[in-house]
């Protein structure tokens, strides 16, 4: 049974989570290049570029690892090589060169990979599901997710030293996604029926894309690297591009 899948940054290769530990896959071409079989199921997988470091989290029926765990796999060893414990289930992670952030229910959690020192602890509303979404560019370090009040975004502009609160919908978020160099960002509410794209620096609304006028449930949303499109699926049939600006 496959508990999730989750490309890694360059979305060249994706994980899968399994009963039974976890798989790592080449996208383009489609080829499988690793099984590892553990004494559980891993929930989430969360791969570092095409490097051997990961992020593990048990889920589950058999949880291989504590829920509120998340684990630092090192797939050279075949091993932990750090253990970060929460006071409740991790519900998302995030991975760059230099940060590790980490979701629970109504915290963020932000480390250096250099140290695991924690850097930042930012509260949230109430978000099991785990609505987070990170930068990936050198020189951006952009985080972005819910705020304590519902339908508000929170961005954190590390290298500006600037946060930026703001409403983006007037029901609660459900779906965030920065672009690679994280001066855009995109929502979506529980309608689910548009797309709003903002400037994570002005907090300046630049587009809004129609997904469709009945109510569904955005699952994702994805950035190109170019920045000129935009994906989305939802619990319906169909899968949605959008062309930008």
């Known amino acids: 049974k496959i508990l999730r899948i989750s490309f890694n940054q360059c ?5 899968v989570g399994t009963e039974f530990g976890f798989a790592i896959f080449k996208a383009f071409p489609y080829k499988l290049v690793l099984v590892r079989e553990m004494k559980g199921s891993i929930a989430i997988v969360e791969m570092l570029f095409k490097c051997n470091i990961m992020a593990l989290v ?6 291989a690892f ?6 630092i796999w090192d797939d050279h060893i075949e091993k932990p090589v750090l253990e970060l414990t929460f006071k409740s289930p991790v ?3 995030k991975l760059r060169k230099d940060l590790i952030v980490v979701a629970i229910e109504k915290n963020i959690f932000a480390y250096t990979f250099v ?10 509303a109430p978000n099991p599901k785990g609505v987070l979404t990170i930068s990936y560019g050198r020189d951006s370090r952009v985080i972005a997710c819910p705020h304590t009040q519902i339908g508000h ?11 930026n609160i703001f409403k983006t919908n007037k029901k609660a978020i459900v779906c965030l996604a920065l672009n690679y160099d994280g001066s855009l960002l995109a929502t979506a509410s529980t309608k689910g029926t548009s797309i709003k794209i903002y400037n994570t620096l002005s907090a300046q609304r630049l ?6 006028a009945k109510q569904a449930e955005i699952l994702q949303i994805t950035f190109h690297r170019s920045s000129k499109f935009l994906a989305c699926t939802s619990n319906t049939d169909a899968f949605h591009i959008f062309e930008l600006f």
Request: aromatic share 8%.
């Open 115 to 124: 140290d695991y020192k924690l850097v930042d602890v930012i509260e949230t």
């Open 58 to 63: 048990g889920g589950g029926i058999n949880p």
């Open 66 to 71: 504590p829920p509120n765990k998340v684990i």
């Open 153 to 163: 975004c929170r961005v954190q502009l590390y290298d500006k030293k600037k946060t």
């Open 91 to 93: 519900c998302a992670v």
């Open 11 to 15: 979305y060249d290769c994706f994980a």
């Open 207 to 212: 587009q809004e894309v129609r997904r469709g």
